[in-house]
């Protein structure tokens, strides 16, 4: 089983997406800050990462550049999803090194479906 970490301040989307990836097979664990997401991937190098923008602190883009920018890290997909839908915010995560970028609300069908794909290339 393919193992998730799943970064959002907010509970409410936590719980969506993690219902959603756990019925559909995935091992998740939760991350409530950007801190604690880069502990997590650190101790556990889920196979793929799934990560809110904005939060508090430790924001998503750093997240995104510090696991990319370590070479125990950085193979590990990371996939965006996010309310940011301002010109130029997809670029810069991007930028930052995400793999994928999903905007909010996302139905958690696309999220298992981008996860799915991104495991597919990893293993390939």
Request: glycine share 4%; hydrophobic share 45%.
């Amino acid at each position: 089983m393919a193992t998730v970490v799943l970064v959002d301040d907010h509970d409410s989307q936590r719980e969506i997406y993690e219902l959603a990836l756990s019925t559909a097979g995935f091992v998740v664990h939760e991350a409530a800050s950007g801190e604690r997401a880069i502990e997590m991937v650190r101790v556990l190098r889920p196979d793929v990462v799934v990560l809110d923008l904005a939060m508090p602190k430790l924001d998503g883009w750093e997240v995104c550049r510090r696991l990319k920018s370590d070479p125990e890290t950085r193979g590990i997909p990371i996939v965006v999803v996010t309310a940011h839908i301002v010109p130029g915010v997809r670029e810069s995560a991007e930028h930052a090194g995400c793999d994928a970028y999903l905007t909010k609300p996302c139905l958690p069908n696309e999220v298992i479906a981008t996860v799915r794909a991104h495991l597919k290339r990893a293993v390939a």
